[in-house]
């Protein structure tokens, strides 16, 4: 089993004001998966994110990717593990203004030591011909493509989406969704996704629903949907 979360409990605050917002999260994802992680705001699904890539720790329990338990890790380990290991795309993009599509993908590329190649990437997100532009001469979608490439181009073993088509429009949203399936076909990357929008978990090959810090289902799903498809 690649991903594997074992009692994953986390609270915040102290005393009377303590939340316990995951209470005790067991799961296994599989290498390659797109797994969405579905459920209201407050739900624990952006915590449990944050624990998985190592943002935040949980206060008891481990997860562990490829059998190495990252509880193990010292800091220094950790940040190198984020750093070779990790892709993290944000419902905020999060792109330096002062640096073109391609330089701002090329950020990422110079934090791992098997970069794919830019140009090729470019043209797998549909960004070729705008790589000279600035942020803020795109779109939303393009800049959230821009976002996606710079996590994508580490070539990173597990890509972290937390709610990546939140601020996008409808036709806009559908494509980040075929984008982020297409780049999980073509590069294998294990996929783990953010989202209250309950359309999208039919894209998964696993679906973990989760309800007031608890796993209320958890499966796989026997009917994908293209993304193209999704209705909602």
């Known amino acids: 089993m690649f991903l594997e979360l074992n009692d994953i409990k986390k609270s915040f605050g102290e ?10 999260i067991n799961c296994q994802i599989n290498r390659g ?21 190592g943002i935040d720790s949980p206060d008891s ?39 073109n599509v391609k330089e701002n993908i090329e950020v990422g590329a ?27 001469q795109l779109s939303g979608g ?11 181009v580490k070539n990173p073993d597990i890509l972290l989406c937390d709610e990546p088509t939140g601020a996008l429009d409808y036709n806009t949203s559908k494509e980040i969704l075929k984008l982020i399936e297409d780049v999980n076909k073509k590069y294998g990357n294990t996929v783990v996704m953010v989202t209250h929008n309950d359309a999208i978990k039919n894209m998964a090959d696993r679906v973990i629903k989760l309800r007031d810090g608890m796993i209320r289902k958890d499966y796989v799903n026997e009917t994908k949907i293209p993304a193209v498809e999704l209705d909602w």
């Open 15 to 24: 005393g009377d004001s303590r939340v316990d917002v995951l209470k005790g």
């Open 33 to 53: 998966e797109i797994c969405v992680l579905l459920g209201p705001s407050g739900s624990g699904k952006s915590t449990l994110l944050n624990i998985i890539g």
């Open 61 to 99: 329990g481990n997860v562990s990717i490829d059998g190495v338990k990252m509880a193990d890790m010292k800091e220094k380990q950790l940040t190198k593990y984020r750093r070779n290991h990790l892709g993290y795309i944000f419902q905020m993009y999060n792109l330096i203004p002062n640096l």
């Open 110 to 136: 110079y934090l791992s030591d098997k970069p794919l190649d830019i140009d090729d990437l470019l043209k797998t997100l549909g960004l070729y011909e705008h790589r000279h532009k600035l942020p803020n």
């Open 142 to 152: 393009q800049q959230q493509r821009t976002a996606i490439g710079r996590a994508i």
